[in-house]
């Protein structure tokens, strides 16, 4: 794989050479002498060839990023989509900021990366314009060409004339309903390579006289290797050494199997912690006992409602979870002279290069990070942790090789970060077929990677704390009487980020509950949802929620499942909906049924299929939608099936058998349709497309059983 800093470097070098590199769709492709490129921006290159080169600034982790942001900076360019390659940029003076997460990488690209390929075009069409002697204004670009009349010009004819030219500051965008590329359904460029298995991720780095490294790690937070017995792991063969070291005692081996097996033949004594270490349970009867605590007020609309009408009340429980990606976190590091070398799997390369020069002393300048494809993020890549460590061990080996550690799947599911267990108190009251009253109190442990919250971070106690309880404070409704808060309850466990952060969770109970209102109400949880979505754009916290969206995802949902007809023999629907960070709106109906006799291993009941209605802005690729709709469902259902438990400070799920994921088997038929936005902007699609798929879920098992589902995992039995 080659990087853009890579390829700039030889570019540097090369004086009038060919210089032959390898593209990350695996293509070979020859880059030109440095003063016959055409390179206005660090975004756009383009070859005399006509072989565009498009940088990508976020990291593919399988939701298709990099064909989204190329098809946006190859839709001003007006480029030729068959000549287009793919650059990974890595860190340094010109990418400052490549970090992947939140799902704004298409949404916080798509204004730079259309200025970026209009100005490359505007430069091509003065090099034809004044090679023609024609107005700029009479020529036009298609597929890699400007055409004026009948003559035509290819982009790479024009490479050494537009280089020369001044790159315009403010360069004119095209019109959205000129797009061509744009809105059309795109397969991804890298998909081939990923579905033959030749894409290159972080575990299948190879480089010149690697070794390979197995860690294992204290138990719980606290422990340290009181003594260390390593005869029998020297003795497996291919077995290097064995090193303890700051994160624990590494067997570094001349494969990944003599690693692994000369771990297991450690025989380490642990000292103790200083406390008994976390426990789960007693986490949790904490969580219950800050349900009586008033907590903060994230939002308060209206007076209390008078009293009369039916009140409802219930507890909604959501648990720890591990992250659990396929590809387990592995990194490949190199320490020598000085500097050292990073290939890894990272949803931030330059926070892995801020942290990795923080632990070896060096300067930031001196990490070389090159990225990798990454087999899962969900927000667990985020942290540094992983190349620290391998960053570390690299140094205290003290020799010039490269080492790759690489964690187990245990490894990966009890000692990374988690997402955080939580409580939802709700209460609602209803008067005739509508709510008059609305409390969600949600229990739960903010994020702890970077420390506890700051003076300066509670110096707004109201909005940092409606930034831990997204779905919670923001619900979306207009229900004349409204109270949220939130009460903290620190676990001393690591709580980072996670997909859709912290809305799955509120949005669960939040969802949940709303149709408990609507059977007290004796109303079709459709029609009690739209009756309180009146065609306001209202303010909650820092967000704009827009009512009228969500009824269109709503009415759309509905309409495209048949909602109003009733399910096949033996199916039974349920719906939620969701207005993610202000922006995408999305909607569910799902069918399930109950069968007897479901295998032990597979979630109790079937769902057969989703519907989805989607608002998310401006579409880029409808295809990539829908893929990201699939995975938020599978991410939904896995996430109904498993938890993670602590004893003695010590994560006691490690496999996929005790943490269980969706099975292809249980993946449901999934139909999305798209709103088409009227606004300019394209919005998130990786984390909205999670939190409204659980409390639908339950909603259908509530139609099914007539027993309302209050926590998560599902348990249909007892």
């Known amino acids: ?268 004594s642990w000292s103790s912690p200083s406390d008994r270490g976390f426990d789960s ?82 300067a930031p300048e001196a990490v070389e990070v090159t990225p990798q494809l990454v087999g899962g993020g969900f927000g667990r890549r985020l942290n540094a942790d992983y190349a620290v460590e391998a960053a570390q061990l690299a140094r205290k080996l003290g020799a010039p090789a490269p080492v790759q550690v690489l964690w187990t799947r245990p490894d990966d599911m009890r000692h990374g970060h988690f997402q955080a267990a939580s409580i939802h108190d709700m209460w609602g009251a209803v008067d005739g077929k509508r709510a008059v009253g609305w409390r969600h109190k949600k229990v739960s ?41 939130y009460v903290r309850v620190d676990a001393p466990i690591p709580i980072g980020p996670w997909r859709a952060v912290f809305s799955p969770s509120s949005t669960f109970a939040r969802e949940s509950f709303v149709d408990e209102l609507a059977h007290a109400a004796g109303a079709d949880p459709l029609a009690f949802r739209l009756a309180h979505l009146d065609d306001q754009t209202v303010k909650i916290g820092s967000l704009n929620v827009d009512r009228r969206r969500l009824r269109r995802v709503l009415e759309l949902v509905a309409e495209k499942a048949g909602w109003a007809t009733p399910p096949p023999p033996g199916r039974f629907r349920g719906l939620a909906c969701n207005v993610y960070d202000g922006e995408t709106h999305v909607a569910y109906v799902v069918e399930v049924s109950v069968p007897p006799g479901r295998p032990p291993d597979q979630l109790p009941f079937i769902v057969h299929r989703v519907v989805c209605a989607l608002d998310c802005g401006v579409i880029i690729n409808p295809l990539g939608i829908e893929q990201q709709v699939d995975s938020g469902v599978v991410w939904g259902l896995s996430n109904m099936k498993g938890e993670i438990t602590f004893k003695d400070g010590r994560a006691e799920q490690g496999t996929y058998k005790d943490f269980p994921v969706a099975r292809m088997s249980e993946a449901p038929v999934v139909e999305v349709h798209l709103v088409p936005s009227h606004g300019e902007q394209p919005f998130g699609i990786g984390e909205p497309t999670v939190p409204p798929l659980a409390p639908a879920v339950a909603n259908a098992l509530f139609a099914a059983t007539g027993r309302r589902l209050r926590r998560l995992p599902i348990r249909l039995s007892g």
């Open 281 to 362: 349970d007693e986490h949790w009867q904490k969580l219950e006992s800050g349900v009586a605590e008033p907590g903060v007020v994230t939002r308060k609309v209206g007076a209390a409602p008078a009293a009369g009408g039916k009140v409802v009340s219930a507890r909604y429980y959501y648990p720890f979870a591990a992250h659990a990606p396929v590809e387990p976190m592995n990194c490949v590091a190199q320490v020598k002279d000085g500097r050292c070398r990073i290939w890894v799997p990272t949803q931030a390369p330059n926070s892995v290069q801020r942290h990795v020069a923080e632990a070896l002393g060096i």
């Open 445 to 485: 442990s903010p994020h702890n990677l970077s420390g506890p919250p700051t003076a300066e971070d509670l110096a707004d106690p109201v909005a940092y704390w409606q930034d831990s309880s997204w779905g919670a404070y923001d619900v979306p409704y207009a229900f004349p009487s409204i109270e949220t808060s």
């Open 1 to 268: 794989m080659q990087t853009r800093r890579d390829f700039l470097r030889a570019s540097a070098v090369a004086g009038g050479a060919l210089v032959v590199g390898v593209g990350l769709d695996g293509r070979v492709f020859a880059a030109a002498d440095k003063a016959r490129v055409f390179g206005p921006n660090v975004w756009v290159r383009i070859e005399p060839s006509g072989k565009t080169f498009l940088t990508i600034g976020k990291q593919e982790m399988g939701q298709g990023v990099r064909t989204s942001l190329a098809m946006i900076l190859a839709e001003e360019l007006d480029a030729d989509w068959t000549q287009v390659n793919l650059v990974q940029a890595s860190p340094g003076p010109e990418f400052k900021d490549l970090g992947t997460g939140g799902s704004w990488s298409v949404g916080g690209s798509w204004k730079k990366l259309r200025l970026a390929g209009a100005a490359a075009r505007e430069m091509l069409v003065a090099a034809a314009a004044a090679r023609w002697g024609v107005a700029a204004d009479g020529c036009r670009t298609e597929n890699g060409t400007v055409v004026n009349g009948a003559r035509k010009l290819r982009y790479g004819e024009l490479v050494a004339a537009a280089a020369k030219l001044p790159v315009p500051a403010t360069p004119k965008l095209k019109a959205l309903a000129d797009f061509r590329l744009v809105g059309a359904r795109t397969k991804r460029l890298d998909g081939p390579r990923i579905v033959d298995g030749t894409a290159r991720y972080g575990i299948d780095v190879k480089v010149p006289g690697l070794l390979y490294a197995s860690i294992e790690r204290p138990p719980a937070a606290g422990a340290s290797a009181a003594s260390v017995e390593d005869a029998a792991a020297r003795a497996v063969a291919g077995v290097k050494g064995v090193v303890a070291f700051e994160r624990g005692v590494a067997v570094v081996a001349s494969g990944t199997w003599a690693a692994l097996k000369g771990r297991n033949a450690l025989k380490i």
